[in-house]
């Protein structure tokens, strides 16, 4: 059986798909250390993962296009809550999903750079599968929401995002975890705040106490 690699999220958002399609060991947990198939990750453990190296995380106008925030600084940290034997699922709680804002950059007209990102409602609950699918999820009754701050020409314009879950993608290669084209829907703002939001990160390596995660 194949394995892939691993890991638990972030957002948020929020956050942000390269495809990874591990392999289970039956018998094994879901997430481990030391490799595919090695020590299992205990229940309570906290996983980080910083943005790729050379890579950036983005919030886009659109699916396709490249008008939007930028950011080369962003952190994911989840709390280990289950983690069964393989295949199947481990469940994190997403507890923080951070960017920093001198990292950021706009290139929309009339905006003059990234006073903020925030991402609201935390925690949220992901689940990754022994497929290597990271489904991020927020708690019942809540959404998963995002609120970048901008600079601009009139003075500081706020926007707020929101999407109902979010899904990316674990590869044991890297121990990475990739968000594609995440949709967010603007909820407030000015004309200046897109009407739509296209999330796309990848986060690596994922570690739990500096060694790296896999899924199996």
Do not use: W
């Not at 490249?66 to 481990?90: D, E, I, L, W, Y």
């Not at 994190?92 to 609201?120: A, K, M, Q, R, W």
């Not at 609950?125 to 999820?137: E, H, I, K, N, Q």
């Not at 959404?143 to 970048?148: E, H, M, N, Y």
């Amino acid at each position: 059986m194949r394995t892939r690699s691993l890991l638990a999220l972030a957002g948020t958002v929020t956050a942000l798909t390269v495809a990874a399609v591990p392999a289970s060991a039956d018998g094994g947990a879901v997430l481990t250390t030391g490799g595919a198939g090695g020590t299992a990750v205990a229940v309570g453990d906290t996983l980080t993962a910083p943005l790729a190296g050379g890579t950036t995380a983005t919030l886009y106008s659109s699916a396709t296009g490249t008008s939007g925030v930028s950011c080369t600084s962003s952190r994911f940290t989840a709390t280990v809550t289950g983690n069964p034997a393989a295949p199947g699922a481990a469940s994190e709680s997403v507890t923080g999903h951070s960017f920093d804002p001198s990292s950021c950059t706009s290139n929309v007209v009339g905006v003059l750079g990234v006073s903020g990102i925030t991402v609201d409602n935390l925690p949220y609950t992901a689940s990754v599968a022994s497929d290597g699918t990271l489904t991020v999820s927020p708690a019942a009754g809540s959404t998963i929401q995002t609120t970048v701050k901008l600079r601009t020409l009139l003075g500081s314009v706020t926007c707020v995002y929101r999407a109902p879950s979010l899904t990316g993608r674990a590869d044991n290669a890297d121990s990475s975890i990739t968000f594609t084209n995440q949709q967010f829907t603007k909820v407030s703002g000015s004309s200046l705040c897109f009407a739509n939001g296209y999330f796309t990160a990848k986060y690596a390596p994922v570690t739990d106490g500096g060694a790296p995660v896999f899924v199996n």
